[in-house]
């Protein structure tokens, strides 16, 4: 076993960026920072919640990882599918039992997620497009989270509807590049079902979809701060044009990278935005 295998599993990274949409969640409902504590209590719900996804989706995705990513850390046998599953559960457990000191409704709302983690990594990730809708709408409803965790909605909303329509598309473009591995295993996603040209057509579709969407929290009164939204709609104008031009597993690969960091400069945006409100 390689010790920095149960870091690397986490995807540390990925799970730190939605802890901090989580806090984002309830900043942007608040028009302001959530006390430290609450912060505190929804990132560690978040990240740990995230970190149960992350782990659960490598145990069942095992032999298609060993064709698609054979460095990730079960294939490369940095540590066995037990140890993993066991660390998981133990994790996103962890989660639940911290979800129930913020309020009844956090604790509901993480333990359907927990539960939904589960129910997509081992029945529904190989469905058509069903798979990629469950994934967008968990990265959508963790800003929805941090809400919830304050009690208050507020341009949220907004955030959560681009987080969804962006990650939709993204997932997409994920499984057009993952095909060769997919088929290997009889997995029926969209690529396969539909074809890559019909695929990339959908994300594309999804990526202007997000675009439309990042101009509504304008009209709702978001401030002056959310300005770099501008760059975040033309990385992804630039990504879906590249792959009208080429739609490939090549392309889509470069494509979900730049929709990744797209996501994260949409997340700094909203930050400035909502702090900024009524400038």
Known sequence: MEL????????????????????????????????????????????LECSW?????????????????????????????????????????????????INFEAFIFALGAYLLMYLYARKLK?????????????????????????????????????????????????????????KVQGAKTLPIVWGIENSSKIGITFSIATIIASVLPVKAGIGLGYFPIIIVDG??????????KNPSPKTAGRVQKKLKIAIYLAVFSFLLGSITKGV
């Open 126 to 182: 190989p469905q058509p497009f069903i798979g990629n809708l469950i994934v967008a709408t968990l990265t959508g409803v963790t800003p929805i989270y941090g809400a919830i965790a304050v009690g208050k909605i507020g341009l949220a909303g907004y955030l959560a509807l681009c987080a969804f329509l962006v990650n939709v598309a993204r997932e997409i473009f994920k499984d057009i590049e993952d095909i060769e591995g997919d």
């Open 235 to 244: 990385i992804i104008l630039w990504a879906a044009c590249e792959v009208l």
């Open 4 to 47: 920095k295998g149960f870091i690397e599993i986490l995807r540390p990274i990925n799970c730190l960026i939605a802890g901090l949409v989580g806090i984002l969640g309830a900043t942007v409902a608040l028009g302001n920072l959530p006390p430290i504590k609450t912060s505190l209590l929804i990132f560690l719900v978040v990240f």
């Open 53 to 101: 996804g992350n782990i659960i989706n490598d145990y069942f995705d095992y032999e298609i990882d060993k064709i698609n990513r054979p460095n990730r850390p079960l294939p490369r046998g940095a540590l066995s599918k037990n140890i993993a599953l066991v660390y998981g559960i133990s994790l996103g457990g962890v989660a639940i039992l911290i979800a129930y000191l």
